[in-house]
RNA sequence: UCCGCAGUAGCUCAGCUGGUUAGAGCAUCUGACUGUUAAUCAGAGGGUCCGGGGUUCAAGUCCCUGCUGCGGAGCCA
């Protein structure tokens, strides 16, 4: 990722010590780099170390003759992970990596590490997830969370720089705002049960008719026991939400959206997706306009293209079936519209009765609600989901009763449709998945710091 | 919750229709080497074969059961 270098405070007033990332501005001074030893490899009287320090990885030679016996007894005395301080020339040298290497003066050692257990070898998923703590210390994680970072960066900056304002829904609500999935509960002193949030949307509408254009960005909490390699129990989820905007303009703004997220990837993270061993080609090609198709569009591409639904008879038996207009896509349909396509897809304009109470109708057609999804190709499934929300207060309090939600506790949320009501729209997009989309991980689990998993919370 | 797969050295794995003392690579330790990039070469140490029960002359291997993890479905971002 491209370091912003606008705030220079860490290289102009810190001289203590210098950082990897910028050792060519210091060829032929002598320099001290602060880090840990990634690797160590002896060649008779040539130690070689590469050291990192968070900034990059730099080789740093000791030649035997050259410094005294307690030196070059440090230098042997060091294990993968130790932490040292190196005093050395930096000079330009063709055979090392990076082309900089130190020539080594002296060696502080703060601390040498004994058996850390992640060696430059191959680890199976479960070992690396024991260690995530450590696994964090690798190239390849290095790179997947400055991706991630930039991902982050890449939302805020959109966001802030069109107009809308961050609005921080709460974590605790008292409520399940969709009323159907499961939730992390706990007790909220003498006021009953409070829930994590799942979806600061319910609070972004009330922002957005505040303030017009809003987001929300936080962590999402999910209690269901998904075990899949794009769920985690807790994620972060960016909500913008927009008054005024009809479910088109939902879709055109979710589109420039993603769009300006993977090129911005692709400007200022080249090295990160190069060590991830990304095909970039397959960002590229994601620019506007994306593919956009109803809900039943696709149903009918799903039965043209003999995409069966596989059904459990009440016998227990399975039995393949055309797939029947009203139920819900689930990951298999998804997968197989997107084999068609090399950039993400929109599908919208859902049955009414498999998505939340409050998405509004569709005029033309009450059977279906102004919703849609963006799928992102290459197995990379669902980031988004939005819609344009039911803004008529009878229709929304009609949807509420009939989804025995308790009127009291949305008596706020109708309040928004009594108190000039407008047309508006919004989506949540899935930061996680995201991440994992652009870095090609193979697992949601790597593309965040701690991941919370059903059966893990540790560390 | 349902379906499938797995658990053998610190790590990644092999171990056939049950058959002597349990195998490899890497890691670790010792020694050699002035250019290593996952160095190479020589040597050494390292095992509750996930737990419990059963079948058998004999179980890492077969059967039952439990635990743990992984993947998928559902739920969704």
Redesign the pocket.
């Known amino acids: 990722m491209n370091r912003d270098n606008k705030l220079k405070f860490m290289t102009s007033h810190y001289k203590s010590f210098t950082y990897i990332e910028n050792l060519h501005q210091h060829i032929g001074e002598a320099v001290t780099l602060n880090g840990w030893v990634f ?1 160590k ?6 130690i ?1 170390i590469k050291l990192r320090d968070g900034s990059g990885i730099v ?1 740093c ?1 000791l ?1 035997k ?1 050259n410094v005294s016996e307690d030196i070059s007894a440090n230098a042997q005395a060091l ?2 992970e130790s932490s040292v301080s190196v005093k050395g020339l930096v000079r330009a ?1 063709q ?3 990076g082309g900089v ?1 130190i020539d080594v003066q002296d060696i502080k050692l703060w601390q040498v590490a004994r058996d850390y ?1 992640i ?9 690396l ?1 024991e260690h995530r703590h450590l696994w964090l210390r690798s190239t390849r994680q290095h790179a997947i969370m400055r991706v991630r970072a930039a991902v982050i960066k890449a939302i805020r900056d959109f966001f802030d720089g069109n107009g809308f304002t961050l609005m921080d829904s709460p974590i605790l609500t008292p409520n399940a705002s ?1 009323g ?2 499961t939730l992390f509960e706990t007790q909220y002193f003498d006021l009953g049960k409070a829930y994590l949030t799942q ?1 600061g949307q319910l609070y972004a509408e009330a922002s957005a008719m505040a303030l017009g254009r809003v987001y929300t960005f936080g962590p999402t909490f ?1 209690a ?9 129990t807790e ?1 972060w ?1 960016v909500e913008p939400e927009m008054a005024y905007f009809d479910l088109n303009d939902d879709m055109d703004l979710a589109e420039d959206f993603v769009e300006y997220i993977v090129q911005y990837c692709l400007k200022t993270c080249k090295r990160e997706l190069a060590i991830l061993g990304r095909d970039i080609t397959k960002l590229e090609a994601v620019k506007r306009p994306f593919h956009r198709l109803s809900y039943t569009e696709a149903v009918e591409w799903l039965n043209a293209n003999e995409i069966k639904l596989n059904k459990r008879t009440p016998d227990g038996a399975e039995v393949q079936v055309d797939f029947p207009w009203g139920e ?1 896509f ?3 349909q998804e997968e197989a519209i997107m084999t068609q396509f090399n950039k993400p897809c929109i599908i919208h304009r859902y049955p009414t009765d ?1 998505k939340a109470f409050y998405m509004k109708r569709d005029v033309e057609n009450p059977k279906v609600v102004l919703a849609m ?1 963006m799928l992102a190709p290459e197995g990379a ?5 939005g819609s344009q929300r039911e803004d008529d207060f009878n229709a929304l309090r009609e949807r509420v009763l009939h989804e025995n939600l308790p009127e009291h506790e949305f008596q706020w949320y109708l309040d928004l449709r009594k108190y000039g009501s407008v047309p508006h729209s919004g989506f ?3 930061l ?2 995201t991440v994992k989309w652009i870095t090609g991980a193979e ?2 689990r790597e593309v965040i710091p701690f991941p919370r ?1 059903i ?2 919370i540790v560390p």
């Open positions: 690797d490899t002896e060649k008779g009287k040539l070689f080789q030679v030649f003759p294990t993968q040298e055979r090392a990596p290497e257990p060696t430059p070898k191959e680890h199976g998923v479960e070992f997830m969709e159907t999935s979806s999910r269901e026991k998904s075990k899949t390699r794009r769920h985690l994620f989820m819900d689930g990951a298999p498999v999804d499934g669902e980031i988004i989901g949540g997009l899935g996680e998945r697992h949601i998993m059966y893990r």
